[in-house]
């Protein structure tokens, strides 16, 4: 893939960039409801005041950026995406190479790996704007990015 033809920019400290959590999977010792507790997060990204995220959608679809509203009720934590809707195995039996290929039409992808690339179809995930919408009282939506390359990695 040719970065220059796409006009990508690489660089490693973007300026005025903000800090942001990408694990999802860690644990840490915080303070809740006044005692120190050990959180888990398995699948989800902390979300305290202030705190940035990135919550992407399937393969096709937005992903959002994000700021932490503090939500005491969710230890202040929020999805990190869309969320499976279907396993991996009943994706491969629900979708078809073509209709993954029509589904990702006018973006760039590995097509030619489609058939690897169906437990990934975007109808295997939940509607990640509803799930955007659904913690609405766990983070503010700063950016909206629209998917225009789709790159999965082995």
């Known amino acids: ?3 220059a ?4 920019t690489w660089c490693r400290q973007p300026a005025r960039a903000a800090p942001h959590r990408h694990s999802t ?3 840490e010792r915080e303070t809740h409801f006044g005692r120190e507790l050990w959180i888990t997060r398995k699948g989800a990204i902390r979300a305290g005041v202030g705190d940035r995220g990135i919550v992407p959608g399937s393969m096709g679809t937005a992903t959002y950026i994000t700021v932490g509203l503090g939500n005491d009720e969710s230890y202040h934590s929020c999805s990190h995406g869309a969320g499976r809707r279907l396993s991996r195995t ?3 039996k ?4 073509g ?3 029509s ?3 006018g973006r760039t992808w590995l097509e030619e790996q489609a058939d690897r690339l169906l437990d990934e179809h975007p109808g295997a995930y939940k509607d990640i704007d509803e ?3 659904n913690q609405a009282d766990l983070v503010a939506v700063t950016h909206a990015l629209r998917q225009v390359l789709n790159y999965k990695g082995t």
Do not use: S
């Open 1 to 3: 893939m040719d970065r």
């Open 5 to 8: 033809a796409l006009g990508l």
């Open 25 to 27: 999977h860690y644990t």
């Open 90 to 92: 009943a994706a491969r």
């Open 94 to 97: 629900t979708f078809t190479v």
């Open 99 to 101: 209709n993954l290929r």
């Open 103 to 105: 589904t990702m039409q």
């Open 131 to 133: 799930v955007m919408a």
